[in-house]
Nanobody, 115 residues
């Protein structure tokens, strides 16, 4: 079984920064894709960023240039550095890992950006 524990959410002013962390326990390897989704009130869950084997990354257009995803394979931990935060970044952020044939999800961490 795989468990994901997120941390680092909170309240921040627009233009500020936050760093989210997600630690995975269980049989996770460097080739298992990991990443972040988010869900704002009244909206569908959307992909924020992913990181796969070899360190390749993918970002939603809305966060490109502001967010950076990284991974520490020794710690089975994925990070999301969020800079220049905007009001529209307010959401619950969920980390995930894909281990065939299942996606595993964290419990979510709230990020609130205020004006």
């Amino acid at each position: 079984q795989v468990q994901l524990v997120e941390s680092g959410g909170g309240l921040v002013q627009a233009g500020g920064s936050l760093r989210l962390s997600c630690a995975a326990s269980g049989s996770i390897f460097s080739f298992n894709p990991m990443g972040w989704y988010r869900q704002a009130p009244g909206k569908q869950r959307e992909l924020v960023a992913t990181i796969i084997s070899g360190g390749s990354t993918n970002y939603a257009d809305s966060v490109k240039g502001r967010f950076t995803i990284s991974r520490d394979n020794a710690k089975n931990t994925v990070y999301l550095q969020m800079d220049s935060l905007k009001l529209e970044d307010t959401a619950v952020y969920y980390c995930y890992v894909y281990r065939f044939p299942v996606d595993y999800w964290g419990q979510g961490t709230q990020v609130t950006v205020s004006s």
